[in-house]
């Protein structure tokens, strides 16, 4: 394992990893864990840069997330539901219409359980067992709970999942058929991560990827795959919505990552995407934000039920990464959203949970705002659960 | 292309393709399509094993369906929405509960519209391009007619659904949404493929499996897939819903394809499961069948809406499939296949689609009936689209 240690994103103070950190030591912990600093995995990127590579190609054959193993918090691979491998491919269409050079989706609804949310599972779960942990949690409107709940029947283990007062009655049906033990909040999403995380004391392992640092780590495998289908080579830009702000930061640090072992040669433009009605990071960012057009009707809610979040726990974390990317962030209205859903049934033949489809109407705002001739985009497409 | 000529499986006279044969030029047309044969694909297998390998491995470094593009009728690949390249992996507890040596799930609900269907629109798509048509049709419970108007919006042709009377509505709604053409029957499956097929006169391409030949060998990529995920071995068994008696009967070819080739030594046996209440294949198959287990209550209805078939299409082929390789038609009761659904979402963390938790329930049955101790069975789990 080439983990040399980890560093608190607010103090900066690096210290070793004695395999389940995820507070700073040094910074105090107040009321919320986000007071306690966010960690970060580092590694030795030059032991992992050799072990990826061999004879001229990339040396594992595996099409899972641990294809990339050098550069995540394991030993060894594990034999879960197999996350990650998810295809990368063009939309003419939309390149046409938003004037690029491509569009290409990012096909996470491909994942064991339809959601980016299994790659941080994955890693999570073999690393909860490898510690002999028999019950993990987390709070979740729905996608991430989905997805710890099948890891975790996979694997014998017990999964207690916190939803907000409003999660999906389908969402909570399927976590009831996957086994887990579902804690409904009298509140919203961060009432839940709230109530999630005083059940640390009991010993339970933590699925926040907010919280616990390795989740970012099998998350940023997603700029890994998307690196080497682009043939080693970065996107200019890469658009994803933004809740807890986890999934963005992790791609931007899988970015940073090829870029400093010297495997690209650029980093894409990070362009993180919010609902209007709850878009906390695009009113924290310094750097370029959009507003919705003028013209689109203001909500007073949104439907984004996966980026309903008001306190985003990775905020530190993202607004580093947008910083070192030149990044952007969105916010577009419901409707905006509805219409960019409908597109990608419509037009690309690809059915994403509206969340997921904030990326392209992120994609049509930021169009209309600058020219984006001759680039390469790439959308996360994060999840496909669309009804619920 | 390495196609050499159609096979009638009715008459079993042999022709030339022109393209697009559909229907048997010496069988005589009567009032349903099966009056009129059913053809089947021929290759120059030689020529073919010679272009899959190259270098002691498969030449090509595609993960798409396209990968084993010398056994398709096809001259190169179609860049079309990816399909296929899903993963197979074992679950110890159906294994250890069913007493055989291992028990693997192929799990087509990665697909690109969530469907097994999705190798077959591949084809029909890329078939349907080359032939210059731009209207495509299929009668269709739902995932046929989603996958084949994914596939059409994703290349701007338009797509004709003929769906049964009883149509789920989130499934009508997502055709809607892929902007396809719906058009309701009156009546069941096989009056809607009754009035799909009269459809044919105005020029569109059929993406009906069991009267098109080319769809069937979409679905025999999954045989291919299987056997080089086992490292270049057949299972033992393999076992699948039965509707249209398209699916099984594909893998079979497939794997009679690569014995055939010498790829792999033996046939696995193929094992057919239908819903109790619709179960025409298990009454007509003159090999080993199995009833649902006398103390299961006997339904009149099912609710495996994507294998209530009352005349299957490619009853002739399976049949011969199944004679082939000593095969299996096995019917369960909708209390066991409810049970099975839960037990792939509580144990394998798979969230499978009523009809797809067939083959479980099959596995169970043919437990109770024989012992299976050493063998590796494999489940296709053709289906991801649970809520409807």
Chains 1, 2 share one sequence.
């Not at 389940?20 to 009321?31: D, H, S, V």
């Not at 060894?76 to 989706?105: N, S």
Request: with cysteine.
């Amino acid at each position: 394992m080439n983990v040399s240690s980890l560093r608190c994103l607010r103090c900066h103070g690096e210290f070793d990893w004695d395999g389940e950190a995820y507070l700073c030591p040094r910074c105090p912990e107040g009321a919320s864990v986000g007071d306690a600093g966010i960690l970060d995995v580092q590694y030795d990127y030059k032991a992992a840069r050799e072990q990826l590579f061999a004879n001229g190609g990339l040396a594992s054959e595996r099409r899972d997330v641990f294809r990339y193993l050098p550069v995540l918090p394991l030993e060894q691979p594990a034999e879960l539901l197999p996350a990650g491998g998810t295809p990368l491919f063009g939309v003419r269409t939309f390149a046409q219409q938003y004037g690029l050079a491509a569009v290409l989706l990012k096909d996470e609804t491909r994942e064991p359980t339809r959601a980016l949310k299994d790659r941080a599972t994955t890693i999570a779960t073999a690393r909860a067992r490898k510690l002999g942990h028999t019950d993990i949690y987390c709070a979740s409107a729905g996608n991430a709970a989905i997805s710890m709940a099948a890891f975790a029947a996979n694997t014998g283990m017990r999964a207690h999942a916190f939803v907000p007062s409003d999660a999906s009655e389908v969402r909570l049906g399927w976590l009831t058929r996957l086994g887990a033990d579902v804690r409904r909040s009298s509140g919203d999403y961060d009432q839940a991560f709230a109530e999630a995380e005083s059940m640390r004391e009991r010993g339970w392992y933590s699925r926040n990827c907010a919280f616990n640092p390795v989740l970012v780590e099998g998350k940023k495998t997603v700029a890994y795959e998307i690196v080497e289908q682009l043939g080693w080579r970065a996107p200019d830009l890469l658009i994803c919505p933004v809740g807890d702000a986890c999934t963005l930061s992790a791609a931007g640090k899988g970015f940073r990552e090829l870029a400093a072992m010297g495997i690209t040669e650029t980093l894409p433009r990070l362009v993180g995407v919010q609902a209007a009605a709850v878009s906390p990071v695009v009113s924290s960012f310094r750097g370029v934000t959009l507003a919705p057009r003028p013209d689109e009707q203001a909500e007073a809610e949104t439907a984004a039920a996966s980026i309903k979040v008001k306190r985003p726990r990775n905020l530190r974390r993202l607004l580093s990464e947008l910083e070192q990317s030149a990044g952007v962030m969105i916010a577009v209205g419901d409707g905006a959203i509805r219409r960019a859903q409908q597109q990608l049934a419509g037009e690309a033949g690809v059915i994403a949970e509206f969340t997921s489809a904030a990326a392209l109407a992120g994609l049509e705002r930021l169009a209309e705002h600058e020219s984006l001739a001759g680039r390469t985009a790439v959308l996360l497409i994060t999840g496909g659960r669309p009804d619920d």
